[in-house]
Every structure is written in structure tokens, then in C-alpha cells.
């Protein structure tokens, strides 16, 4: 009873809030220009094909992964330290999660292992990536996990990014229906357990939601909180990230999408809102608060240029291969969950994907380590992976 009284308030507040509903604005996003600002042929973009994902591909991909889960070094560790004491290596820190330049990018590493394994599971080096999953997520790495983030000082350690790929993890784990699956996702639960609480600690707290490209956006981090909550039936966690949500994001009119992207982002601040509203919102609450928010994505002349990469041995600019593939997803899964308004948006994500995944293997380590892995977010969204 609770539930339906609260879809009705938001139905009737949105029903209001529709009545005032502003028209898109004729220049943002509906360009019919045959060459975009960065000279890429809008032409050719709009009509990408779709990248094929097989079982070939994923066996190139899987490589990135693989290897950088335990590349210890370039580290970048984004510690506190407390004292002498915290001076010691990654793999002593983090005996889970070390490689890949940064604890997070370990984290979707290992997401990224478990999820090709289970779509791919004539993987050619199925036996070594089992291998490795199961000497990285032991019980005794996790303990070590856990402890560093009991220091005094680590409290809001990767928060949030770091705490959404590691509930993302842990939501693979539990759904991997093997007696591996069920041993790794019994290891790590006492570290998905210490996140929720994190997250549990810090939501009801944060008075303002922090709308960036880059890790600490809260859009992305309820997304994929509410995958978890909803994937492991955690009714109470579940309510309190759509609670935030609707407290965030529901008042939102007019997203400006054309002061995208940030020069650095591998997050697109508009798309991430709504990710989340999608799945927080029931339909017809969800259509008039798109209307709001975005109305020129219904158009089906509606035009999105990908992110242009200058120099990828550059960290920072390669973050938008990553922007990408994360607006690919969001557009994918909108136009899978809602194709009588948006399956227009498929062509959008296609040209997205299909610009920086050739990119992904055999780049610089700079990409390397982390861009597999949205990569293999972004076809599973676009339903490209056979």
C-alpha cells in the first residue's frame, strides 16, 4: 500500500510539474549539419553498424583484464596517510584489488573477468582466469580489503565510484549460478556488506548531488547501487537510493546537454540522471519527467557527436572513449526499456561504440586498464554480444 501511495504522489507532483513542461530548444541536440564541430560525418555516425561482440572478440578483450589484475605498477594509490606505517606497497594494501593503476579500475577488472566468463564460457583461457579470480578474491585478500578501509583515515576511500564497481562486482558474483560463483561471492560479501554500509551512512547526508563527468558523480553511483539492491532483494537499501534519487533529480528541468563533454569526462553529467530516474520512476511518472528534462532525445532527428580523443596516451583526454561507451549504455538501455519513444537512440549508441572500441585493444596502458571493461558494459546494453 505504501509503495502504490507513493507512486501516485509522484505521478500527481509530476502531473503539475508537467503542466509548465518547456518545448525543447530547437538548436540543442536536432542539428541536421552534415559535419560536426570536430569534422566527424554525422551522416556516416548516424548510420554505424553495430560492433559484433563474439566469442573471437571477447577472447582479445578478455586480455586487458587478465593482464592488469596484477600489474602492480604505475600505481596510483589516492591514499591518506596516517603515518610511516602506511607506507607500504599496493599489493600489501590491497591484496585484493592492486593492479590496474588504481583500486576502482582493479575492481572493474575483476568485474570484467567474471562477466565474459559468463557469457563466453569456452573462453580459451577459461582455466587461468578461474585461477586467478580465485587466488585475488580469497577470503584471506578480502580480509586485507576490509581492514584498510576500517583505518582511521579511509573512510570515504573510492567513495563513490570504487564502492558502485564493487557492489557491480558483487552483484555478478551472486548471479554467477556455479560452485566458483557461489564460493567467490561468499568471500567477498563481508567487503560488499562494509560498502552498503558506507553507502547507507553517507546518502542520507549528502544535501546536494555532485553532477560531474568524472568518478565521484552521484547519478552513476546510485545506478549501479540499485542494480545490487535490486539483483540481492535489499528492500531497504533499494528505498533509501530511490529516495536520494527522487530528492536529486526530480525538480530537474532542461539538462543543458550542449555544455557537454567536459574536456576530461567519462561520464556524461545528463545521461547519468537519466540512468537512474529510468529505473527509480514508474513509466508514466518517468515520461513526464523526461519531458522536463530532455524532450529533444524523443526526436527522432535528434543528433549526438562522440567525444573526441586528441592524444590517447594522455590519461585524462582518454577519458572520453570511456564517455563513449557510458553514453552509449544509457542510451542503449533507454531505448531497450522504453523502444516506442527512443529506439531511435540505438543508431546514436551504435556510432559511439563503434568509433572507440577499436581503440580498446592494444591501446596504451593509459586506456588499457580500465576501457575494456566499458567497453563490455556498453555491447551488453546494446545487446551486441551473441
Not at 570504487?162 to 558474483?173: N, Q, T
Not at 561471492?185 to 547526508?205: A, D
Not at 548531488?209 to 528492500?235: C, M, Q, W
Request: proline fraction near 4%; aromatic fraction near 10%.
Amino acid at each position: 500500500m505504501k509503495n502504490i501511495l507513493l507512486a501516485l504522489f509522484l505521478i500527481l507532483l509530476l502531473g503539475c510539474k508537467g503542466e509548465d513542461r518547456l518545448k525543447a530548444e530547437e538548436n540543442q541536440g536536432t542539428e541536421n549539419d552534415t559535419v560536426g564541430e570536430t569534422g566527424i560525418s554525422l551522416d556516416i555516425l548516424a548510420n554505424s553498424e553495430k560492433v559484433e561482440f563474439n566469442l573471437e572478440e571477447a577472447n582479445k578483450l578478455v586480455e586487458l583484464p587478465l593482464a592488469c589484475i596484477t600489474t602492480e605498477y604505475p600505481n596510483k594509490l589516492g591514499q591518506t596517510l596516517s603515518g610511516e606505517k602506511d607506507l607500504q606497497s599496493p599489493k600489501e594494501l590491497h591484496p585484493s584489488f592492486y593492479g590496474c593503476f588504481d583500486w576502482h579500475s582493479s575492481v572493474h577488472a575483476h568485474w570484467s573477468l567474471v562477466r565474459l566468463l559468463k557469457k563466453f564460457p569456452k573462453l580459451e583461457k577459461s582455466e587461468q582466469i578461474k585461477k586467478k579470480l580465485e587466488e585475488s578474491l580469497s577470503k584471506e585478500n578480502i580480509a586485507g580489503e576490509i581492514a584498510y578501509f576500517q583505518k582511521e583515515h579511509n573512510r570515504d576511500y573510492e567513495r563513490t565510484y570504487g564502492w558502485a564497481w564493487l557492489l557491480k562486482l558483487a552483484e555478478e558474483l551472486h548471479t554467477w549460478d556455479t560452485d566458483l560463483g557461489e564460493e567467490l561471492s561468499s568471500n567477498i560479501k563481508p567487503l560488499t556488506n562494509l560498502i552498503v554500509e558506507r553507502y547507507t551512512e553517507f546518502l542520507p547526508k549528502l544535501n546536494y548531488p555532485i553532477r560531474v563527468g568524472e568518478h565521484s558523480n552521484t547519478a552513476f553511483a546510485l545506478s549501479f547501487a540499485h542494480d545490487y539492491a535490486v539483483a540481492t532483494k535489499n528492500e531497504e537499501f533499494k528505498a533509501l537510493i530511490e529516495k536520494r534519487a527522487n530528492d536529486f533529480y526530480l525538480s530537474d528541468d532542461d539538462c543543458p546537454l550542449v555544455w557537454e563533454p567536459s574536456g576530461f569526462d567519462f561520464l556524461s553529467p545528463c545521461l547519468q540522471e537519466i540512468d537512474i530516474m529510468r529505473k527509480v520512476l514508474p513509466k508514466g511518472a518517468f515520461s513526464l519527467w523526461i519531458d522536463d528534462f530532455m524532450p529533444q532525445l524523443k526526436s527522432d532527428v535528434f543528433t549526438l557527436e562522440p567525444g573526441v580523443v586528441s592524444d590517447r596516451k594522455d590519461g585524462k583526454l582518454v577519458h572520453l572513449d570511456g564517455l563513449n561507451f557510458s553514453r552509449a549504455w544509457v542510451l542503449s538501455s533507454l531505448a531497450n526499456q522504453y523502444s516506442e519513444q527512443y529506439s531511435h537512440l540505438r543508431n546514436i549508441a551504435n556510432s559511439h561504440i563503434s568509433y572507440s572500441f577499436p581503440n580498446v585493444v592494444g591501446d596504451t596502458y593509459e586506456g588499457g586498464h580500465w576501457l575494456g571493461s566499458f567497453a563490455l558494459y556498453a555491447l551488453e546494453a546494446s545487446k551486441t554480444v551473441e
